[in-house]
């Protein structure tokens, strides 16, 4: 997919602010620090479209913008980061599923998992509550540069035998590199495809 165009539009303290147009909207969700800001500034070719920060927590909000004129690319705030307050996590978390349960034009969930690390009991009970809720969704295995190929196998391995556990057929995982540009063509062509199938 060409990028022509990629702007900022709104951050949104819940989803009754988010923006009215009802076109296709896409939402990159991850645990704090998985690298979020970066994969969706490579994907639209645009280093400074979502600010970067070596601080997890960064996104406190439902940030949106708009692709090509045509689609959502909604950011929302990173789960389980330890030095937000209770109250805060709380609050995120019930933010997100309002979205998550009340967004008319969500197309689809990108999970954000990181590479580096074996499976995190926070992400499987995010994957479960998206399965449980009916919610669509697909996985981007990120920062696979930062890992040899044999703790990338082994670490995704892992993921897919405790998706196994819950999950008939597993879902749809992509793997990227914010710095080398994997898994662009990939994802861009989920989403190019998935528009076309809207119709």
Same mark, same amino acid.
């Given at each position: 997919?060409?990028?022509?165009?990629?702007?900022?539009?709104?951050?949104?303290?819940?989803?009754?602010?988010?923006?009215? %147009?009802?076109?296709?909207?896409?939402?990159?969700?991850? &645990?704090?620090?998985?690298?979020?800001?970066?994969?969706?500034?490579?994907?639209?070719? &645009?280093?400074?479209?979502?600010?970067? =920060?070596?601080?997890?927590?960064?996104?406190?909000?439902?940030?949106?913008?708009?692709?090509? +004129?045509?689609?959502?690319?909604? +950011? !929302?705030?990173?789960?389980?980061?330890?030095?937000?307050?209770?109250? +805060?996590?709380?609050?995120?978390? &019930?933010?997100?599923?309002?979205?998550?349960?009340?967004?008319?034009?969500?197309?689809?969930? /990108?999970?954000?998992?990181?590479?580096?690390? $074996? $499976?995190?009991?926070? %992400?499987? +009970?995010?994957?479960?509550?998206?399965?449980?809720?009916?919610? $669509? /969704?697909?996985?981007?295995?990120?920062?696979?540069?930062?890992?040899?190929? &044999? #703790?990338?196998?082994?670490?995704?391995?892992? !993921?897919?035998?405790? !998706?196994?556990? =819950?999950?008939?057929? !597993?879902?749809?995982? /992509?793997? =990227? =590199?914010?710095?080398?540009?994997?898994?662009?063509? #990939?994802?861009?062509? /989920?989403?190019?495809?998935?528009?076309?199938?809207?119709?």
């Amino acid at each position: 997919m060409n990028i022509t165009s990629a702007e900022f539009i709104s951050s949104s303290p819940n989803v009754t602010l988010c923006p009215k %147009d009802l076109i296709p909207e896409y939402a990159f969700i991850g &645990r704090s620090n998985v690298g979020k800001s970066s994969l969706i500034n490579m994907l639209t070719e &645009r280093k400074k479209l979502a600010k970067t =920060s070596t601080t997890p927590g960064k996104t406190r909000l439902i940030n949106h913008f708009r692709i090509n +004129d045509e689609w959502y690319l909604a +950011d !929302l705030p990173g789960y389980g980061y330890a030095k937000v307050s209770k109250k +805060d996590r709380e609050s995120f978390a &019930r933010m997100i599923r309002q979205y998550a349960t009340q967004r008319q034009n969500l197309v689809s969930f /990108f999970v954000l998992v990181d590479a580096r690390h $074996p $499976p995190q009991q926070l %992400d499987l +009970d995010f994957i479960e509550w998206l399965g449980d809720s009916n919610l $669509p /969704f697909v996985i981007v295995y990120t920062k696979v540069d930062k890992v040899t190929q &044999r #703790e990338k196998s082994k670490n995704l391995s892992l !993921l897919k035998d405790k !998706l196994s556990e =819950s999950w008939e057929e !597993l879902p749809l995982i /992509f793997e =990227s =590199s914010a710095i080398k540009g994997t898994g662009r063509d #990939e994802i861009m062509g /989920f989403i190019n495809a998935t528009n076309a199938n809207l119709g």
